[in-house]
């Protein structure tokens, strides 16, 4: 439940052009106003499972897309039971929406492509908890290599450009080569990977799924004294969610799903940095920008 200025969990992802929304809990449109941020640049939606505190916002957000004139259409990612659930709401509503929803029914039992383009891969992969669920792994794909624009002419074609950027040698008829590709670009820039562990207990299986990304959200719902009570709960304790940040080699991890027993978050970070220093609470509002 929401306490002490805390809410349900929601997440917005910026990648380049995209806009992604993962878990959609009460009061998320809420939230996304308050940090100014503009719902309709949202263009999919990733729900991790069906308990309440991931998705009952979904449909308020998906009406009040609808009242603003949204026509873009909205990709919805999430488990069997979603696409009822929306359906039923605009039906007995008598809501006929501006603009599609395209649902996608993710399979909470292997991991999956959920997206891709271009730019990046979403995937999905099986977590452990009290019902099916999901998490998710955003990874931008290789980069081509950089001009570097001291070592060129102002005048080189275009085509001599595109294939340096592919790591190609430019070559004459014969076969000779002309420019060499290292004498005149520099390496790509890093390729940078976000996942996102929601509802799960100590599950070393999700591990090669988000091995070595530069920043994992994981569940801390419990400090390291309940965890008893974590087990019971199909959630993680702070030294829990630290351990498998350590043994994916992640560079950075973010806790949440802090329960409300606790108004302190103080020993969650303590807890979580003894294990793995490079730990950060997630707090609403923050904001974790992962660089070029």
């Known amino acids: 439940m929401p306490a002490y200025g805390r809410h349900h969990s929601a997440q917005l992802l910026q990648i380049d052009r995209h806009f992604f929304l993962i878990d959609c809990g009460e009061g998320t449109q809420l939230q996304l106003s308050e940090y100014k941020v503009k719902a309709q640049k949202i263009t999919r939606v990733f729900i991790s499972h069906l308990h309440g505190d991931h998705y009952l916002g979904l449909i308020g957000l998906v009406k009040t897309m609808h009242l603003q004139g949204r026509e873009a259409p909205l990709y919805i990612y999430g488990p069997q039971g979603l696409r009822e659930i929306i359906t039923i709401q605009l039906k007995y509503s008598f809501t006929v929406l501006n603009y599609d929803i ?29 019902i099916q669920c999901s998490g998710f792994v955003f990874r931008e794909k290789a980069k081509s290599r950089r001009i570097n624009k001291e070592k060129i002419p102002e005048d080189m074609p275009i085509e001599y450009l595109k294939a340096l950027k592919k790591g190609e040698d430019i070559k004459d008829e014969k076969g000779d080569i002309l420019i060499e590709n290292e004498s005149v670009t520099l390496d790509p820039r890093k ?15 999700i591990i090669p799924h988000i091995q070595g990304v530069d920043l994992l959200y994981h569940e801390a719902t419990f400090l390291d004294e309940k965890d008893f009570w974590a087990e019971q709960t199909y959630h993680s304790t702070t030294k829990q969610a630290a351990t498998i940040a350590l ?46």
């Open 102 to 130: 395209i649902f996608q029914q993710v399979d909470n039992q292997k991991s999956h492509t959920l997206y891709e383009d271009d730019l990046i891969t979403v995937q999905a992969f099986p977590l452990n908890h009290r």
């Open 191 to 205: 390729s940078r990977g976000y996942a996102y562990c929601s509802d799960t207990k100590y599950e070393e299986s």
């Open 247 to 292: 043994r994916a080699d992640v560079e950075r991890l973010l806790i949440g799903h802090f329960s409300a027993r606790y108004k302190d978050l103080t020993p969650f970070e303590e807890e979580a940095r003894a294990v793995f220093p490079n730990t950060f609470l997630a707090i609403e509002g923050k904001d974790f920008e992962v660089h070029l």
